[in-house]
Nanobody
Framework: VQLQASGGGLVQAGGSLRLSCSASGLTFTAYIMGWFRQAPGKEREFVAAIFNNGGSTLYEDSMKGRFTISRDTAKNTVYLQMSDLKPEDTATYYC?????????????????????WGQGTQVTVSS
């Protein structure tokens, strides 16, 4: 199984970025895909998760309205559209996958529940 995250970069506050995570080696529709982020010296933090065809999503409250998670089943890819970025959004962003037959629940907020991780993509927001 391989998860390949991309799309990070340097952006000014108020700007936007779209992260992508391409999955291979797994049955994409059988997995909930999640995005987490980790800033230096901090724990990995839940951002958002999405189930199967995208009908079920979950967001960290502080990111609702600014971040949108989506997935393209045909491309085995999950996206994170980030807008109105703030300096405190600076972190390495990771995509993860855990198997599920059910829509997203609070279970998907916990990094330890994920079976697979991508390598991370750096997002830096300047003020």
């Amino acid at each position: 199984v391989q998860l390949q995250a991309s799309g990070g970069g340097l952006v000014q506050a108020g700007g936007s970025l779209r992260l992508s995570c391409s999955a291979s080696g797994l049955t994409f529709t059988a997995y909930i895909m999640g995005w987490f982020r980790q800033a230096p010296g901090k724990e990995r933090e839940f951002v958002a998760a999405i189930f199967n065809n995208g009908g079920s999503t979950l967001y960290e409250d502080s990111m609702k309205g600014r971040f949108t998670i989506s997935r393209d089943t045909a491309k085995n890819t999950v996206y994170l559209q980030m807008s109105d970025l703030k300096p405190e959004d600076t972190a390495t962003y990771y995509c993860g996958a855990h198997p599920s037959r059910l829509p997203v629940t609070q279970f998907s907020r916990t990094a330890a529940n994920y079976h697979y991780w991508g390598q991370g993509t750096q997002v830096t927001v300047s003020s």
